[in-house]
Structures are given as structure tokens and as C-alpha cells.
């Protein structure tokens, strides 16, 4: 059974920081691409950062370079989200993405975790 179970989402001040994490199980974890997506009320889903299976290539989204780092640990299947210097306007549910290709693309989701920021 897939599961992506995120964690660590909550209500923080501008200027704040929060770790996201994904902790994944019933797939190849490794040799997966991990992201994260979010979704303000209102607006479409949007990626935020992504990461290569090895971890050797990242690219985020250009209203969060700078602020956000997405890294993983392969040994245990999660991958994180550290954000930095949030804003108001990152506030957004934040979903955690993987794809897997092997014989076929398999993509997976987790059910997401709230961010809010406000003062």
C-alpha cells in the first residue's frame, strides 16, 4: 500500500521558518522523483520544488528560490521541505508528489498539510 504522509505544516509569522516532511512507504522510494506542490484557496496547484532521485538535481519554483530548500534521506524514505523567510502569499495546502518510472509512470500523493502565514 502507497502512502505519502506529510508533516510539519502550521500557522508561523512572516519571516518565519517550518520543515515540511514526506515520509513515504510501498514504493522504490529511491528511485523515485520527490516534490512538493500547493494549492492556495482559489488558484491552481503549483510546484514548488523538486529532487531527483539521487538527489543530485533540484529546481524550485521562482517565488521561492532562495527562501525554500528541498532535500531527502533515501535511507529513510522521506524527503523534506525547509522554508525559510515564509510570506503571507506561501500560504497554501502543501502536497507531497512522487514519480516513479519503471515499466509504466506510476505518480503518487499524499493528502497534504496546511501552511498559513500570518502575523
Known amino acids: 500500500q502507497v502512502q505519502l504522509v506529510e508533516s510539519g505544516g502550521g500557522l508561523v509569522q512572516p519571516g518565519g521558518s517550518l520543515r515540511l516532511s514526506c515520509a513515504a512507504s510501498?514504493?522504490?522510494?529511491?528511485?523515485?522523483?520527490m516534490s512538493w506542490y500547493r494549492q492556495a484557496p482559489g488558484k491552481e496547484r503549483e510546484l514548488v520544488a523538486l529532487i531527483t532521485s539521487a538527489g543530485g538535481t533540484t529546481n524550485y519554483a521562482d517565488s521561492v528560490k532562495g527562501r525554500f530548500t528541498i532535500s531527502r534521506d533515501n535511507a529513510q524514505n522521506t524527503v523534506y521541505l525547509q522554508m525559510n523567510s515564509l510570506k503571507p502569499e506561501d500560504t497554501a495546502v502543501y502536497y507531497c508528489?512522487?514519480?516513479?518510472?519503471?515499466?509504466?509512470?506510476?505518480?503518487?500523493w499524499g493528502q497534504g498539510t496546511q501552511v498559513t502565514v500570518s502575523s
Open positions: 508528489n512522487a514519480i516513479l518510472r519503471d515499466t509504466r509512470i506510476l505518480i503518487y
Open positions: 510501498g514504493f522504490t522510494f529511491r528511485r523515485s522523483t
